[in-house]
C-alpha cells in the first residue's frame, strides 16, 4: 500500500492553488474540492454496490449450474456420464476463480479510492472516515470491533470450489 504523503501528493494539483489567490477563489476552489470529495465517496459506494451484484451473479450462476449438473445426472449421479460430471465441476471451480478474482479486485479497487478520500480530508475540516470511522473499527485489525465484508467474501468461492471438489470426489470413488 502507498503512504499517504505520497498518495497526497499525486492527489493534489499543486499548480492550481497558485492560480487561486485571493478569498473568493478560495472559496470557489474550496466549494471544487468538497464536490470532488462527495463525488469520490458516491463512487466509492458504488464500488460496493456493484461487488455485491457481482456476489449475487456468480451465487446465482453457481446455483444455476450445480442444478443443471445435477439434474441432468439423474436421481443417482454416480449414473451420469463422466464427461458432463468433469465438465460441470471445471465451469463451477471457472466461476469460483473468476468470482474470487473479482471480489479481490472490487477490493483492491475500494482501498484505492479510500486512501484518495482520505488525501483528501487532509484538506477538509473533517476527517469523517479515514482517521474517524476507520480509527473507531480498529483499522479493520481487531475484530472484535470491525470484520472486513471483503476479507469474509472472499471465502465463499473458496467454500463453493471446496463443496464442489468434494461433491466430485464422493462421486468419482463411488
Same mark, same amino acid.
Given at each position: 500500500?502507498?503512504?499517504?504523503?505520497?498518495?497526497?501528493?499525486?492527489?493534489?494539483?499543486?499548480? /492550481?492553488? @497558485?492560480?487561486?489567490?485571493?478569498?473568493?477563489?478560495?472559496?470557489?476552489?474550496?466549494?471544487? /474540492?468538497?464536490?470532488q $470529495?462527495?463525488?469520490? &465517496?458516491?463512487? %466509492?459506494?458504488?464500488?460496493?454496490?456493484? *461487488?455485491?451484484?457481482n456476489?449475487?451473479?456468480?451465487?446465482?450462476?453457481?446455483?444455476? &449450474? %450445480?442444478?443443471? /449438473?445435477? +439434474?441432468?445426472?439423474?436421481?443417482?449421479?454416480?449414473?451420469?456420464?463422466?464427461?458432463?460430471?468433469?465438465?460441470?465441476?471445471?465451469?463451477?471451480?471457472?466461476?469460483?476463480?473468476?468470482?474470487?478474482?473479482?471480489?479481490? +479486485? $472490487?477490493?483492491?479497487?475500494?482501498? %484505492?479510492?479510500?486512501? &484518495?478520500?482520505? %488525501?483528501?480530508e487532509? *484538506?477538509l475540516?473533517?476527517?469523517? $472516515?479515514?482517521?474517524?470511522?476507520? @480509527?473507531?473499527l480498529?483499522?479493520? =485489525?481487531? *475484530?472484535?470491533k470491525?470484520?472486513?465484508? =471483503?476479507?469474509?467474501?472472499?471465502?465463499?468461492?473458496?467454500?463453493?470450489?471446496? =463443496?464442489?471438489?468434494?461433491?466430485?470426489?464422493?462421486?468419482? /470413488?463411488?
Amino acid at each position: 500500500m502507498t503512504e499517504p504523503e505520497d498518495i497526497a501528493a499525486r492527489v493534489w494539483n499543486s499548480s /492550481v492553488a @497558485e492560480h487561486w489567490q485571493g478569498p473568493e477563489a478560495r472559496e470557489h476552489l474550496g466549494t471544487a /474540492v468538497l464536490e470532488q $470529495y462527495k463525488l469520490c &465517496v458516491e463512487m %466509492a459506494d458504488r464500488v460496493s454496490a456493484r *461487488r455485491n451484484l457481482n456476489n449475487t451473479f456468480f451465487l446465482s450462476l453457481n446455483s444455476l &449450474v %450445480a442444478t443443471g /449438473v445435477v +439434474s441432468a445426472g439423474g436421481a443417482r449421479a454416480d449414473k451420469a456420464p463422466m464427461w458432463l460430471l468433469i465438465a460441470g465441476l471445471v465451469i463451477l471451480l471457472t466461476q469460483c476463480a473468476a468470482w474470487f478474482t473479482l471480489i479481490r +479486485s $472490487y477490493r483492491q479497487l475500494n482501498t %484505492a479510492k479510500w486512501a &484518495v478520500i482520505g %488525501a483528501i480530508e487532509e *484538506r477538509l475540516p473533517l476527517y469523517a $472516515y479515514s482517521r474517524g470511522e476507520w @480509527e473507531i473499527l480498529g483499522k479493520g =485489525s481487531d *475484530r472484535r470491533k470491525y470484520v472486513q465484508l =471483503s476479507q469474509v467474501e472472499q471465502w465463499v468461492p473458496w467454500i463453493f470450489a471446496a =463443496s464442489y471438489l468434494c461433491g466430485g470426489i464422493a462421486i468419482a /470413488v463411488r
